[in-house]
């Protein structure tokens, strides 16, 4: 079975600093897809970015990057010069073919300061 | 209208009420899908629909009953629920049944049993 672990269940974050979300995973199979949704208080998952198994580069996605570490299973989400907005839950998610469905993290909740 | 619509929004019911949760996609999607949502607990699966079909249902008690009458519309028939039910249920859907991205969520339904 696919498990997703994020150890962060808050996170607090200046506006306009960078904040660092962990992410870290397990699985068997050799290509999987990686994802991060942000779930604002309206409810709604939002898609942020998307990192493949077999990709070489990090994903970037405007303000957002994964930094993927496949041999430690990790994709960290990484929020570059945060805004007010980015508060909201953020959930860590796999693809894989033998699961065929998105199996979710626990999730973190982000605040952003002034 | 666009993306994936959720009604009612927000649901009061009864443990001996019959209701149901409406979810209708716009997309051209082919597979639906209804997660749950409890506090600090990752999504929970519960039932996947692909061109109409229930292609999968992960051990979800009978008071749940879904139905998809077409690739658009799907349905979550709630009767003799627990208190333990209450959660958000969120529906989404995607290109496919497999399709590793393109997933779009509804805003959910925030169910309440008392």
């Known amino acids: 079975a696919q498990k997703i672990t994020q150890t962060q269940p808050g996170m607090f974050v200046q506006e306009k600093e960078a904040v660092t979300l962990d992410c870290t995973y397990d699985t068997s199979d050799q290509s999987y897809g990686l994802f991060w949704y942000k779930q604002p208080s309206s409810g709604e998952m939002i898609f942020l970015i998307y990192q493949g198994s077999y990709d070489e580069q990090n994903a970037t996605e405007g303000r957002y990057s994964l930094n993927f570490q496949k041999a430690r299973k990790s994709a960290n989400l990484v929020i570059s010069a945060s805004q007010l907005g980015d508060s909201a839950m953020y959930f860590c998610?796999?693809?894989?073919?033998?699961?065929?469905?998105?199996?979710f993290g626990t999730g973190t909740r982000l605040q952003v300061t002034l | 209208e666009t993306g994936v619509t959720q009604t009612p929004r927000h649901l009061v019911m009864g443990m001996t009420n019959k209701k149901s949760l409406k979810c209708e996609q716009h997309l051209g999607h082919n597979a639906m899908y209804w997660y749950k949502q409890s506090a600090k607990k990752p999504l929970e699966l519960m039932f996947v629909y692909s061109l109409e079909e229930r292609v999968e249902n992960n051990s979800v008690p009978s008071r749940f009953s879904p139905e998809c009458p077409n690739s658009s519309h799907l349905f979550l028939h709630l009767h003799t629920l627990q208190p333990e039910d209450s959660a958000l249920y969120l529906c989404a859907s995607s290109p496919v049944r497999g399709a590793s991205y393109g997933y779009t969520f509804g805003s959910g339904t925030r169910l309440t049993v008392v």
């Open positions: 998610a796999t693809y894989t073919g033998t699961a065929s469905k998105l199996t």
